[in-house]
């Protein structure tokens, strides 16, 4: 499923000392409700699971600070259980790359995903990042007002391209990413571990494009004039049901049907 949309960005004013726009407003965010997956998650990057095929998307990756190439969409869904938090992301990308294969290398040079997560919301600065490329290279970190640098999470992560990596004289499908992020990661800030139903966190999903048409794109628009990412008083507002995926009630998802033959 690769859909393109066009974020619109309007007048800009100081918060924070970043320079951010109008969307910065709370009523802009956007929201999603993380249902409980309805079976067991398996990470292998082909997100097969019945409960994967059920889950609703968060919607489209806004693109603000496009200027040129194809807007390549991307496609994420959130799930939950009482030991971790899973994250899955379809990638369209027709030019694949990423050399780092070292825990915390710089990752974002590659083709990247990457989840920002704050699950206190009473300290707007207290938030992890995890990123992983298409190799499946995690950098993690907490933040606190700078990265710590000594954060490790037991993250879980797996990665599947369809395409021919680091060739750029062919065009690509695109690749999916899964990871799981357990609980445990979260044991300084979180107010309740697991999250009890009703609970709600704030988050951030971006994408970063390689070394061909970089996308810097994302779920919720950060409202910076250049690409920024550590903007977390933009992030997305999640809730935590009690309800279960319904598995008998399935949206198309292309990318992970393609992965799953």
Known sequence: MYRSRIGLIVATFLVTGVVVHASTLAEDLPEHTILRAAGPITIDGRISEPSWAAAATVGDFQFPWWKAGEKEQTEARLLWDDVNLYISFVADDKHISAIHKERDAPVSQDDCVEAFIMPDTTHIRHYYNFEVNVLGTILDRFQLSEPTGSYTADLSAATQIDGTLNDENDEDRGFVTEFAIPFTSFVDTAPNLPPKPGDTWRLNLYRIGGKVNAQYSQWSNTGTPQPKYHV?????????????????????ASASDKNAE
Do not use: Q
Request: negative net charge; aromatic residues 10%.
């Open 232 to 252: 977390p008083e933009r992030f997305g507002i999640v809730h935590f049901s009690a309800d279960s995926v319904d598995v008998n009630k399935t949206e198309p």
